[in-house]
């Protein structure tokens, strides 16, 4: 693909106001697209958000960037008028939002094309708009830690090969890596980012109940465990008392989680499934 010729930037307005639509818009922005309007059921939460890409730090640095000045709504007509129309809202709602605003696109008698950012909801939903696409970043995204998005690989589905060339060229605007999937694949990818996302914050944070104030000192075990994983297969790295077999530690441990339920449950629980593993091997 020659990156030089994709040049294209695109008018976009986001239908919600959270995690994803706030550093996916910054981003946007950032290398060159427009941002017209954030909607929302909230106005004062989507006027925030455009409020901060108003601000200086946040304005596009692109040379042939779109002029700009985002505002904040709660009339999701502002948006049909935009060329591409994100709606960044829970899984649970795409389908809602997406029913209310195909109504009035019709009113409007304006279609722009239509995306939705989820893992976990198939690109069907969005059928009744005539171009309509999935642009899923495969990362965690919160509003208080900025990402580059050149980092980030995105997966992308679309309803035809123009709004599958149009999506690469946003890809290729953050100088991001993408790879076209289907619903099914990017459901599986989806969980599969759950474990080595969410689950590992989650045991995380169990780690941190039993070893504060020293917590700090379980980030380069982190950093390289992970390491390792990517770099090799994780069953062939997996190391600790259950791949080994060692009772009189495991007993060790659980004699000390005897306070800890929530903790000494989850314990049981992956040692019981390591050791099991290991006896299939």
């Not at 106001?17 to 909230?42: F, M």
Request: charge should be positive; hydrophobic fraction near 40%; include cysteine.
């Amino acid at each position: 693909m020659n990156r030089e010729k994709l040049k294209k930037r695109y008018s976009i307005s986001f239908i919600g106001y959270g995690n994803v639509a706030y550093r996916l818009a910054i981003s946007l922005q950032k290398y060159g697209h427009k941002i017209d309007c954030i909607c929302g059921r909230d106005a004062n939460k989507a006027k925030k958000l455009a409020y901060i890409l108003n601000k200086e730090e946040h304005s596009a640095n692109e040379q042939d960037a779109l002029p700009s000045q985002v505002f904040g709504s709660v009339d999701y007509a502002n948006a049909a008028k935009s060329e591409i129309v994100i709606l960044a809202v829970s899984d649970g709602a795409i389908s809602k939002v997406a029913r209310e605003f195909n109504l009035i696109c019709k009113q409007k008698g304006s279609f722009p094309l239509v995306l939705h950012c989820s893992g976990a909801t198939p690109l069907e939903v969005l059928k009744e708009f005539p171009n309509y696409g999935v642009l899923y970043p495969l990362m965690t995204l919160s509003a208080t830690k900025p990402v580059d998005f050149k980092m980030i690989p995105f997966f992308i589905e679309s309803s035809s090969k123009e709004v599958s060339a149009l999506l690469e060229n946003i890809c290729i605007s953050f100088n991001a890596e993408y790879r076209e999937i289907d619903s099914k694949e990017r459901a599986q990818l989806h969980v599969a980012a759950v474990y080595v996302s969410n689950f590992i914050n989650y045991l995380t944070g169990l780690a941190f109940d039993l070893s504060k104030p020293n917590h700090i000192a379980l980030m380069p075990l982190a950093i390289e465990t992970i390491r390792k994983a990517f770099l090799y297969e994780p069953h062939l790295v997996q190391t600790g008392p259950a791949i080994r077999g060692d009772i009189n530690t495991i007993n060790k441990h659980l004699k000390l989680l005897e306070n800890f339920p929530e903790h000494k449950e989850v314990y049981e629980l992956l040692t019981g499934n390591i050791s099991k593993r290991r006896k299939e091997k």
